[in-house]
């Protein structure tokens, strides 16, 4: 131990005058291999150093920022029972909330509610509210605030576009923080009805069914969500043009990262998307695909999709035209149109082949029948003839009218009895690029196989008559299918006539069955079950056929970082969590992140 200690003691850094002396005394040679060496070293530790840092460094949301979004039009009903538009429904978003909130992938999380119950036969939910949470005016959101803007969604004065989601449910307070929901019957999807943005009573109590739509309050609003309407600037004619958001540190789930964000109206899409591109908004959602394309050639733009349930198709109607009835003609005709051709045409590749009428996301992907992407016509032509349809001298798809008839001998023959029946059908669609090019595409693809279709093409207005009063033959059109229950409009033979969805006028009492049955269910592996047979049925009967699902494309510079907007049902639920969106980073060792 006093060798080690005397060792110590005689140990001492060489001053500098001594490292100079000792430098100079070498040689030449000598001296450039110790620069380098030396260079070598520290450029060695250095990068040692860096590794090491590198690797246990994380990047975390800073607290702070500030995001500008464009929308195209101005919202004017920031009011949950009121919101139509997007734009309406997307500051709803970010300014109310719910009992709970539904985040990536259709998942459901407590929002406003502490906890839930659901009676073992699944008519009663009771909810206990968070007793922090408050609503954007200081006041707390109690059970009265639930029954006063459930009450006002059953108000048939007041005309909410969510009345139906409600019909058949009672509300009642059990206290001041519990609230109970009596249906009448089960519904797996009542649970989605419970993401509706709760009013404060004591800001809209004295506001009449009259003038509720017209209100002030409806630009101003107040909530319980991750923001609050701070300003909001108006036009020469007095309609908002922007308004100007705060973050609500009080919000139940936390308080969000970016400070302030503001929404910006544009008149039309191009505008939006040259202020996008020249950097004077941060973000922009329902992006046209051609505009995406020139959008991601831009480096400093970060291109988001997400597939929404909305499906594209041909509805046909064989009370207009008794061909279209016909499952093999159909299902030949399905299997001619190349569908990813269409989208990348089309959509510019956003966009995915549907093939059932059932989607993506509510059976699993073993339940889902994928498709043939490829076009094969020899198939198609054997299921032609199924029917009897083939492809005449003439070049035209036609079928023979024929009779069989016996001779003497009791032999049968098929004779003819008059002049072939060609295949020709027409489609109605909407004046929209998108559609028309779609429709397009089909009538140019069926044309090669003699098929010799018709395009009507209509803009909004006159379409919606026509839908209506289904006097078409086959309608290339869209589907939204946001909740399970959707499929009952439009598949269920009771609504084949105007108010409903049934476009396609299909009726199969199977298929109602299982339509009527599936709802019930709160069991998921039973309610799928029920579902995969009445696609089952709805692919034999053919009474359409799906052709694609387009994504929703959301652009956004490179600086501001999205959580949780995929995964999304509805254009607005990419807001859904951005009260964890983030503007600005840092980076800290992991042993300090949260």
């Not at 908002?240 to 969000?256: C, D, M």
């Not at 798809?397 to 032999?411: C, E, I, L, P, R």
């Amino acid at each position: 131990m006093n060798k080690i200690t005397q060792f110590l003691k005689s140990f001492r850094l060489r001053s500098k005058s001594n490292l100079e002396s000792g430098y100079t005394a070498l040689k030449n040679g000598e001296r450039q291999f110790v620069l380098g060496a030396t260079v070598i070293a520290i450029v060695a530790t250095l990068s040692i150093l860096y590794g090491i840092n590198s690797k246990y460094l994380v990047s975390v949301p800073l607290d702070g920022g500030s995001i500008t979004e464009g929308i195209v039009g101005m919202p004017t009903l920031i009011n949950p029972v009121l919101a139509i538009s997007e734009g309406d429904k997307s500051l709803t978003n970010l300014v109310y909330s719910g009992l709970v909130r539904k985040v990536k992938s259709g998942v459901f999380i407590p929002d406003l509610a502490e906890s839930y119950t659901v009676s073992s036969d699944s008519t009663i939910y009771t909810f206990v509210i968070k007793d922090k949470a408050v609503f954007q005016n200081g006041t707390k959101v109690t059970a009265d605030d639930i029954l006063f803007t459930i009450n006002k969604i059953k108000d048939p004065l007041i005309k909410s576009p969510r009345k139906v989601e409600w019909e058949g449910v009672t509300v009642t307070k059990v206290d001041d923080r519990t609230v109970r929901f009596t249906l009448k019957q089960p519904y797996a999807s009542f649970i989605d009805n419970l993401t509706i943005g709760i009013l404060p009573e004591n800001v809209w109590k004295n506001v009449s069914e009259a003038e509720f739509g017209l209100s002030t309050i409806n630009t101003k609003p107040v909530g319980s969500g991750p923001y609050i309407v701070k300003k909001v600037t108006k036009n020469a004619e007095g309609a908002p043009e922007s308004y100007s958001l705060v973050r609500f540190t009080k919000f139940i789930l936390g308080t969000p990262h970016i400070k302030n964000i503001t929404i910006k109206s544009f008149a039309n899409e191009k505008d939006m998307v040259n202020a996008l591109a020249q950097g004077n908004i941060d973000q922009a959602g329902g992006i046209d695909p051609q505009n995406a394309v020139t959008l991601s050639a831009n480096k400093d733009i970060v291109m988001e999709k997400s597939a929404l349930p909305r499906m594209f198709g041909l509805f046909f109607n064989k009370n207009q035209n008794a061909v279209l009835g016909d499952p093999n003609v159909i299902k030949a005709i399905s299997m001619i149109i190349n569908r990813q051709e269409i989208i990348d045409n089309v959509l510019k590749g956003y966009g995915s082949p549907i093939y059932s009428a059932i989607p993506n996301g509510i059976l699993s992907d073993d339940l889902i029948s994928k498709g043939d992407l490829g076009v094969d016509k020899d198939a198609a032509l054997n299921q032609f003839a199924k029917s009897g349809w083939k492809i005449g001298t003439d070049g035209t798809m036609q079928k023979s009218a024929t009779k069989t008839v016996k001779d003497k001998k009791g032999k049968v023959t098929t004779v003819s009895t008059g002049p072939s029946t060609k295949l020709t059908f027409s489609i109605t669609t909407g004046d929209t690029p998108e559609l028309k090019q779609t429709a397009e595409d089909i009538q140019k693809t069926l044309a090669e196989y003699g098929i010799i279709v018709e395009l009507k093409v209509y803009e909004t207005g006159p379409l919606n008559q026509i839908i209506r009063s289904r006097k078409y033959e086959a309608l290339f059109f869209g589907q939204v299918i946001n909740h399970e229950s959707d499929l009952f409009a439009f598949w269920h033979s009771t609504q084949r006539t105007d108010p409903g969805l049934n476009i396609a006028m299909y009726s199969n009492s199977k298929a109602d069955l299982l339509l009527d049955s599936a709802q019930k269910i709160l069991n998921e592996d039973d309610r799928m079950s029920k579902y995969s047979q009445l696609k089952n049925i709805l692919d034999a009967d053919m009474p359409a056929i799906f052709i694609y699902s387009p994504e929703y494309i959301y652009a956004h510079s490179d600086n501001v970082h999205i959580v949780g907007s995929m995964g999304i049902t509805t254009a607005p639920d990419r807001l859904n969590e951005i009260y964890s969106w983030y503007a600005d980073t840092d980076e800290i060792w992991k042993i300090f992140a949260k």
